[in-house]
């Protein structure tokens, strides 16, 4: 595991949380970076991604608007800012990272392509 993601707790719908995602091992701001979610019984899904390139982020349906994906450079940190949340957000959070040299997030359709490097994850709980 080269990733590291944390951040995750029990938060009342409506609420909001940060997850932050790092690594010892290499710098983040040379890598494709996204955020996937698995919930219980559930394929895990893309959630979020930011590429190298441009910094252009990707926002699957279900969080625009809500989520919001970002880097700290200094801190080689990639955060994903958790507002408004819904029980249906209920899932453990992975971070990953591209390819180095393959910056895309993305088919032209929205599905996320294949990520190379994982994190533990961190569960997120939405619940009253």
Same mark, same amino acid.
């Given at each position: %595991?080269?990733?590291?993601?944390?951040?995750?707790?029990?938060?009342?719908?409506?609420? @909001?949380?940060?997850? /932050?995602?790092?690594?010892?091992?290499?710098?983040?701001?040379?890598?494709?970076?996204?955020?996937?979610?698995?919930?219980?019984?559930?394929?895990?899904?893309? &959630?979020?991604?930011?590429? %190298?390139?441009?910094?252009?982020?990707?926002?699957?349906?279900? %969080?625009?608007?809500?989520?919001?994906?970002?880097? #700290?450079?200094?801190?080689?940190?990639?955060?994903?800012?958790? #507002?408004?949340?819904?029980?249906?957000?209920?899932? &453990?959070?992975?971070?990953?990272?591209?390819?180095?040299?393959?910056?895309?997030?993305?088919?032209?359709?929205?599905?996320?392509?294949?990520?190379? @490097?994982?994190?533990?994850?961190?569960? %997120?709980? &939405? /619940?009253?």
């Amino acid at each position: %595991v080269q990733l590291q993601a944390y951040g995750g707790g029990l938060v009342q719908p409506g609420g @909001s949380l940060r997850l /932050s995602c790092t690594t010892s091992r290499f710098t983040l701001n040379s890598y494709t970076v996204g955020w996937f979610r698995q919930a219980p019984g559930k394929e895990r899904e893309g &959630v979020s991604c930011i590429s %190298v390139t441009d910094g252009s982020t990707y926002y699957a349906d279900s %969080v625009k608007g809500r989520f919001t994906i970002s880097r #700290d450079n200094a801190k080689n940190t990639v955060y994903l800012q958790m #507002d408004s949340l819904k029980p249906e957000d209920t899932a &453990v959070y992975y971070c990953a990272t591209k390819t180095f040299g393959l910056p895309r997030c993305t088919t032209a359709s929205g599905t996320f392509l294949p990520f190379a @490097s994982w994190g533990q994850g961190t569960l %997120v709980t &939405v /619940s009253s």
